[in-house]
């Protein structure tokens, strides 16, 4: 891991603007390689990584929210990113935006309610979309954390576009936002997220390995990052033996 951190960040200084960080940091954290505008190059450095030869399931973190709710924004923002950026050869991430909306059949036509309104929903049918068109975690995770790192979720697509996924055209995802896939897509979520077992009671809604329960709730809320690293049976990768922390802040919970 390290050997291609060094080349990474040699490829990378020839070209960029000097950071207050040596290079062999800039891709330990996201906020770091922000910093030091190299963001795209640590993602192509993580979704390079050779997979951990090992036989041990990854762990599946499902997450269960909605596209405006502070405390998803935070869990998303603070604790599943950086924890799936240092850990995503031990990680299986599923983002299912919906959260705490409903859906009603109108003539045969899903019509969706969210809890923070229209753009709220615009903001899920968004990222449905940008999930179901790209495919690719590596590509979709960071315009979703992108857009709900911004200030204006809805508003950012563009931009947030422009910069993670510049092939795909905004017209496309809107073409979808608007259409038909659209509404498949987030009746399917809708399903998903009313299936949920026990039924959720708010968001973000956190499953690990296909359970929820309020200690694991509760343990994924406060260091998502330490529960996986102590969770995961096989070999640990390097950031969980070199005892880094994420910074922890519980985040408030948008009730159902
Ligand atoms: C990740 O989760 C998805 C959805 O549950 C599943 O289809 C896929 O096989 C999983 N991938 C790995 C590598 O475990
Ligand atoms: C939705 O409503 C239409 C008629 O309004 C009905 O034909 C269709 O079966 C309904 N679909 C579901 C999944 O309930
Ligand atoms: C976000 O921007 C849109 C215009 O693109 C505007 O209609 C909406 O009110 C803004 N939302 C917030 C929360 O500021």
């Not at 998803?72 to 599943?80: D, E, P, S």
């Not at 896939?181 to 009313?194: D, R």
């Not at 690293?229 to 519980?250: H, M, Q, V």
Request: some cysteine; overall charge negative; hydrophobic content about 35%.
């Amino acid at each position: 891991m390290r050997s291609y951190l060094v080349l990474l960040c040699v490829v990378a200084a020839a070209s960029q603007p000097i950071c207050n960080h040596p290079p062999s940091a800039w891709c330990s954290s996201w906020e770091i390689a922000k910093e030091c505008q190299v963001e795209k190059q640590c993602l192509e450095f993580y979704s390079n990584q050779d997979l951990k030869k090992s036989s041990e399931p990854a762990i599946q973190i499902d997450l269960y929210y909605e596209s405006l709710c502070g405390g998803c924004r935070g869990f998303l923002i603070r604790q599943l990113f950086p924890t799936w950026l240092m850990l995503a050869e031990i990680i299986n991430v599923t983002l299912v935006p919906y959260g705490n909306a409903q859906e009603t059949n109108i003539s045969g036509q899903w019509v969706f309610q969210c809890q923070h309104g229209p753009e709220e929903c615009q903001g899920n049918m968004m990222e449905a979309c940008l999930i179901h068109i790209i495919g690719d975690i590596y590509k979709y995770f960071p315009i979703l954390f992108c857009m709900e790192s911004s200030h204006n979720v809805t508003k950012s697509l563009e931009s947030c576009l422009g910069v993670y996924a510049p092939e795909v055209a905004v017209k496309t995802v809107l073409e979808c936002v608007n259409g038909d896939l659209g509404n498949k897509l987030m009746h399917q979520n809708a399903q998903s997220t009313e299936g949920l077992n026990p039924p959720h009671q708010y968001v973000p809604w956190i499953v690990i390995d296909g359970m929820h329960t309020d200690e694991l709730q509760a343990q994924a809320q406060s260091s998502l990052f330490n529960l996986v690293c102590s969770r995961y049976k096989g070999p640990k990768p390097d950031p969980c033996l070199n005892s880094e922390t994420i910074p922890l802040k519980r985040d408030f919970l948008c009730l159902n």
